[in-house]
DNA sequence: TCCAGTCCTCGTACGGTGTACGACGGCTGG
DNA sequence: CCAGCCGTCGTACACCGTACGAGGACTGGA
């Protein structure tokens, strides 16, 4: 369950995988049900789980026969990284392009908190079909505050790197929280409101940090999530450095959508090269 | 060399290191320096490098001493965290609080630059004295643009979470640049500035994708830096937002500028508990 | 002087990891 | 019938984190 894109898999192993499937038609290994079955894996129980020998057996087949499918495990973190970029893409982009922007951010965001592992991967570079998809979005509704493309880019930097930042600080502070025993269950109830962390007291009561000190007094919670603020001033940031931006709002841009079929029969292909072995 | 903060460490084990040092004044191990160790291997080597038994080996003794000193490899991490922290402390606060966080933004992202390690531990939620320390050098300028707890919070949290964001965003970027062989030299050079990845055509050319065939026609590079753009777009949103704190500079609000000393001493402080074994 | 106790070190061993190598069966085309 | 590929997989190796317990150095009290 929760896997980001769902589709049927064409078969075909290692070697152009473009041909039409032959008539035995079973669902066989590929790349693709890989990456899935290693999301399903790092979902329900975090991505240290993600070994390859557990990933063989939750498929039922043999360890090394991954190795036939995919050249590294590095491979295979590739493909859930391009697997998981697939699941956020929008369907619709809304016209206003605050609206856009937001929405953009936001399923990023929640896609994110369905996948923490997802930030655990994203140091890696690798430039995926459904990485330059989702670029492609975000470019859509920055060539309608800009024409600079240089500037673009700067705009789609500055949001995603924002739904970065704040993501990967609240999913650390609520894996504070959960210490242990990290199940499934990632953002079950409104977390608890009060600053947990036991022993904080003795720290922050040191007269070299008044500040906290006075923050801790307040009753104000250090992990209050809010990230609709700090996009907010983004926003209004941006705005303000693009007059007469708000207000034409040329209609509903003929969006990409790409065209659930599309997403889904193009994924397999094969990740950008990384190392040239 | 290269270690964040550099300080005569105090021996004595595992409890309580509060005590005047022993005659005997040797600097045998301690938490500090496994990670001051560890970080430097991670400087040198990559995060992969720091393995109990390497790191012990780079100490000159035995893999299993470490655990006298250490109850986990995530505490070495929490240190080594504790530790990067502590490297960017700034000993003077600029009067001007838009200076003061866009200086605090920047020693923070070249402390990520100089350790791109820490990106990876980041993940980590540990709230060492260093991390409050920092926290307390982002309140007291947060503190002369409101009055609000919460919207200081807001406001700090927005900041640092686009350092990290865009941090993390930069490195990988030129971890792809730099795919194998990443030793110790990071941001040598200004970088290459076309985008590199080879097959990177293949798949643009796409007609998925019109818009990014249009920017890379158009030469424009995906991984330009431009973090000072972002981070001025989102301190003018926090400025149109807290209308009247612009102009009146409150003279150099006395900075807590923890005197080197003091961040040196009790840096050995256990970190706060994580886990309840 | 002896002994008990604490501090610190460390060798060994166990179960886990990624993966190189080569063997093996089944299918297909000549 | 057979060569050759596709796909699978067992074994082995080096490395990892760390539980366990032995042992040495040094202390303070008897």
Same mark, same amino acid.
């Given at each position: 369950?929760?896997? %980001?894109?769902?589709?049927?898999?064409? +078969?075909?192993?290692?070697?152009?995988?473009?041909?039409?499937? +032959?008539?035995?038609?079973?669902? $066989?290994?590929?790349?693709?049900?890989?990456?899935?079955?290693?999301?399903?894996?790092?979902?329900?129980?975090?991505?240290?789980?993600? $070994?390859?020998?557990?990933?063989?057996?939750? @498929?039922?087949?043999?360890?090394?026969? @991954?190795?036939?499918?995919?050249?590294?495990?590095?491979?295979?973190?590739? @493909?859930?990284? *391009? !697997?998981? #970029?697939?699941?956020?893409?929008?369907?619709?982009? +809304?016209?206003?392009?605050?609206?856009?922007?937001?929405?953009?951010?936001?399923?990023?965001?929640?896609? =994110?908190?369905?996948?923490?592992? /997802?930030? *655990?991967?994203?140091?890696?570079?690798? #430039?995926?079909? *459904?990485?330059?998809?989702?670029?492609?979005? =975000?470019?859509?509704?920055?060539?309608?505050?800009?024409?600079?493309?240089? !500037?673009?880019?700067?705009?789609?930097?500055?949001?995603?790197?924002?739904?970065?930042?704040?993501?990967?600080?609240?999913?650390?502070?609520?894996? =504070?929280?959960?210490?242990?025993?990290?199940?499934?269950?990632?953002?079950?109830? %409104?977390?608890?409101?009060?600053?947990?962390? +036991?022993?904080?007291?003795?720290?922050?009561?040191?007269? !070299? #940090?008044?500040?906290?000190?006075?923050?801790?007094?307040?009753?104000?919670?250090?992990?209050?999530?809010?990230?609709?603020?700090?996009?907010?001033?983004?926003?209004?940031?941006?705005?303000?450095?693009?007059?007469?931006?708000?207000?034409?709002?040329?209609?509903?841009?003929?969006?990409?959508?790409?065209?659930?079929?599309?997403?889904?029969? /193009?994924?397999?292909?094969?990740? #950008?090269?990384?190392?040239?072995?």
């Amino acid at each position: 369950m929760a896997a %980001p894109t769902e589709l049927a898999v064409e +078969p075909g192993g290692r070697h152009r995988a473009g041909q039409a499937s +032959p008539p035995g038609c079973r669902p $066989s290994l590929s790349p693709q049900r890989l990456a899935l079955a290693a999301i399903e894996l790092a979902d329900a129980e975090g991505l240290a789980a993600v $070994s390859m020998r557990r990933l063989a057996a939750s @498929l039922g087949v043999g360890t090394m026969t @991954l190795y036939y499918h995919v050249r590294d495990k590095d491979e295979l973190l590739d @493909l859930m990284w *391009n !697997e998981f #970029l697939g699941g956020h893409l929008l369907e619709e982009i +809304p016209a206003d392009w605050r609206a856009a922007l937001t929405e953009i951010a936001q399923r990023t965001r929640q896609s =994110y908190q369905r996948h923490p592992w /997802a930030l *655990n991967v994203a140091v890696r570079p690798a #430039l995926g079909l *459904n990485k330059l998809r989702h670029l492609e979005q =975000y470019l859509a509704v920055a060539s309608r505050i800009t024409d600079d493309p240089d !500037e673009q880019v700067r705009i789609i930097h500055s949001v995603s790197d924002l739904v970065v930042g704040c993501t990967l600080r609240e999913l650390s502070g609520q894996a =504070y929280r959960a210490p242990i025993k990290r199940t499934g269950h990632h953002g079950d109830g %409104p977390a608890p409101p009060l600053e947990p962390q +036991p022993g904080f007291d003795e720290l922050v009561t040191a007269e !070299e #940090l008044p500040r906290l000190q006075a923050l801790r007094t307040a009753g104000c919670q250090l992990l209050a999530p809010r990230f609709e603020h700090a996009l907010g001033w983004l926003l209004d940031g941006i705005e303000a450095a693009h007059p007469g931006v708000g207000q034409a709002c040329p209609r509903a841009v003929g969006a990409p959508a790409p065209d659930p079929g599309l997403v889904g029969t /193009a994924a397999t292909t094969r990740m #950008l090269p990384k190392k040239r072995a």
